[in-house]
């Protein structure tokens, strides 16, 4: 398994401000993921992190809200850019490894917007 | 497309009670299935996964069988602990989606008193 921490764990942010969100995995793998979980709910991929090539985002995220950025096996980045209070909510990062559908995930970074 | 569906909660047992958590799901093929666990202000643990048709998964006396005619995926323990308290997510990946891609349920809160 792999052992993911997360960066900050917790923020509090101006409506209109821009945070990014680090997450560092103990091992090179193959997938890394961006998930969110707004208050209460499930969690809802965002995006899956690339590495060398832009991220593949799903339905309803687009990059110039979640930049994403992913420089080698081991690290990515998401950004959530011109934060609303709607933004307010858990971020997960997740990785697995190559070949291997088992995700392991961060502590979760808890963001809220004022 | 894929899906899981779980027991809506809260659910609220006494220590050393049984638990059942119910979890069913839809896909074509053959997806492998996890329970996830969130404990207060944490990140999501891997608890247990099943492969194929008929495994059983089990971890910390928590277990569940990958039952494909019934499209089922219960999560079961003989008595739990206060220290269970948390939030279960049942999830699926593959079956038919992206191997590398989770589709979570709703989560149910579990609440153990003493």
């Known amino acids: 398994s792999a052992v993911i921490s997360q960066k900050p764990s917790r923020d509090i942010c101006q409506r209109g401000t821009s945070l990014t969100i680090q997450c560092q995995v103990d091992s090179q793998v193959t997938m890394m993921f961006w998930y969110r979980q707004q208050p209460g709910q499930s969690l809802t991929l965002i995006a899956t992190?690339?590495?060398?090539?832009?991220?593949?985002?799903e339905s309803g995220f687009v990059i110039d809200k979640f930049p994403i950025s992913r420089p080698n096996l081991t690290f990515s980045t998401l950004t959530v850019s011109n934060m609303s209070p709607e933004d307010s909510s858990i971020y997960l990062c997740?990785?697995?490894?190559?070949?291997?559908?088992?995700?392991?995930f961060g502590p979760g970074t808890r963001l809220t917007v004022l | 497309g894929n899906s899981v569906t779980q027991m809506e909660g809260p659910v609220t047992l006494s220590e050393e009670a049984f638990l059942t958590i119910n979890c069913t799901y839809t896909?074509?093929?053959?997806?492998?299935l996890f329970w996830y666990v969130q404990y207060p202000g944490e990140g999501l643990q891997l608890l247990l996964k099943a492969t194929k048709a008929d495994d059983k998964g089990s971890n910390k006396g928590f277990e569940a069988t990958y039952r494909k005619e019934t499209t089922s995926f219960h999560l079961e323990k003989g008595s739990v602990q206060v220290s269970d308290s948390a939030v279960y997510f049942c999830?699926?990946?593959?079956?038919?989606?992206?191997?590398?891609?989770?589709?979570f349920g709703t989560g149910t809160l579990l609440a153990v008193q003493p």
């Open positions: 896909a074509t093929g053959y997806p492998s």
């Open positions: 992190a690339n590495q060398g090539s832009e991220a593949t985002y």
């Open positions: 999830a699926l990946s593959g079956g038919g989606g992206a191997t590398n891609k989770l589709i």
């Open positions: 997740s990785a697995s490894g190559r070949g291997a559908n088992t995700q392991y």
